[in-house]
């Protein structure tokens, strides 16, 4: 007992702290169980090594991560919200994720109303082919302040006196994907438009039908919007803008009772993403509306590669959504939703790269990841072949001189 003097505790507590400090940002990130027990021993063993902690100081810890761990894991399976008497709106269920979560909403016993583009296109006559009747399919292009407020009218004479317990904010495009500087401005504006504008002018209007409820409000977003993924300046600005929007959201409708959630998907086969069609005519487009000097710049063979790689990309994405569909879900039904559900392989690692390593380290590995380029700008090309026969005529010169020394020695 003489070993474990005031000081000594005193100086656990503050391990504890600073640990404590590490292991709730590793938490935040939503590693898998296994990662993070592995993350939180090797910020404890780490910290022991270099303070020489003893042994018991490192058994309290641990013990304690554990029981935290345990106890949160089982309140996040055990305390869930019935579906049954709820009503829940969903932008964007024309295909993608929701399309697939209206289906599963609607199974679960939600009140489910569906936005879609076209209300005569195949996902809408899908999704009233495959639910119960408590679906309501609207017509709703979220660009168009009219068409949100008639979907209000419609949502609002459905629910009568009942507020809406959730809206999933889902509705979202990625117009373009090249470097920012060949990027049109029209491609910033249009993801700006829908992405961001569209789905702030959503939840504006339907917040009070929220609040009425002390409801959810659940917005699918992108790792791209936190994360510089290369070509995607676009699109990951306007998701940037939306992150921000719902942060601050989330404290100013905190006393109201309404909970906001982010869904941070990986990469998944949804909308426009596998359409090569598309991406040809995006591309064709591009060429045809950039500057001659840029175009030789570039060079359209650097153009060309970016778009075989996004193809690429896209032709190996992952074609289950379930995750994303089981994560919208639980932010609706846990009674204590989390403000983040990383939902896909890759994701809760892309994340703690990005927070704990440097960013070099994280710059390369979203290159890795995301974007193999080999070319480089038709420019820097030249620029390097330009450089390499200076290097070599350079070194002709000195051997040339050399063997003039020799001669007339």
């Known amino acids: 007992m003489d070993d474990y003097t005031l000081p000594f505790w005193i100086y656990v507590a503050v391990l504890t702290v600073i640990v404590g400090g590490a292991i709730k940002k590793v938490l935040a990130s939503h590693l898998n169980g296994a990662h993070t027990l592995v993350a ?33 894991r089982t309140s ?34 939600f009140q489910v109303f569906a936005t879609v583009l076209d209300l005569k296109g195949g996902g809408a006559k899908e999704l009233l082919r495959l639910c119960s009747n408590q679906i309501t399919v609207l017509q709703m292009d979220i660009t168009q302040p009219q068409q949100i407020q008639q979907a209000l009218m419609e949502t609002k004479a459905k629910l009568g006196p009942r507020g809406l317990w959730g809206l999933v904010n889902n ?10 500087e060949l990027s049109l401005m029209s491609n910033f504006r249009g993801c700006m438009e829908v992405n961001f504008f569209g789905t702030l002018s959503v939840t504006k209007t339907f917040l009070p039908l ?16 936190d994360l510089p993924f290369p070509c995607l300046a676009a699109y990951g600005a306007s998701k940037a803008a ?19 959630s982010t869904i941070l998907p990986s990469s998944y086969k949804t909308g426009q993403s596998s359409n090569e069609a598309y991406w ?27 778009k075989d790689l996004f193809q690429s990309h896209a032709s190996q994405a992952n074609p289950d959504l379930s995750p994303v569909t089981e994560a919208i879900e639980r932010a609706l039904t846990d009674q204590q939703p989390r403000e983040r559900y990383l939902a896909g392989p890759g994701v809760g690692l892309m994340y703690f ?27 820097l090309r030249k620029e390097s072949g ?13 051997e040339n001189e050399k063997e003039g020394v020799q001669r007339l020695k």
Request: aromatic share 8%.
């Open 40 to 72: 939180w021993l090797g910020a404890t063993v780490l910290v022991e090594r270099l303070l020489a902690l003893s042994v018991p100081a490192l058994l309290v810890l641990s013990v304690g991560c554990c029981c935290y761990m345990f106890t949160r």
């Open 76 to 109: 996040e399976t055990t305390n869930t919200l019935p579906a049954q008497g709820k009503a829940v709106l969903i932008t964007g269920c024309d295909s993608g994720f929701g399309h697939a979560a209206v289906q599963r909403l609607d199974a679960l016993g």
């Open 171 to 180: 509705a979202g495009v990625c117009v373009n994907f090249g470097d920012a």
């Open 210 to 225: 929220l609040r009425q409820a002390r409801g959810r409000i659940v917005t699918v977003s992108s790792p791209a919007g």
């Open 242 to 260: 939306l992150n921000l929007f719902i942060n601050t959201l989330r404290h100013e409708l905190q006393p109201w009772g309404v909970r906001l």
């Open 280 to 306: 040809e005519q995006q591309h064709t487009r591009l060429l045809q509306s950039l500057s001659p000097s840029l175009l030789e710049e570039y060079g359209e063979d650097y153009m060309t590669e970016t």
């Open 353 to 379: 790269i990005h927070s704990y390593l440097p960013f070099t380290v994280s710059n390369m590995f979203l290159q890795k990841l995301f974007v193999k380029k080999k070319l480089r700008p038709n420019a």
């Open 386 to 398: 330009f450089n390499l026969n200076l290097s070599l005529h350079n070194n002709n010169n000195i």
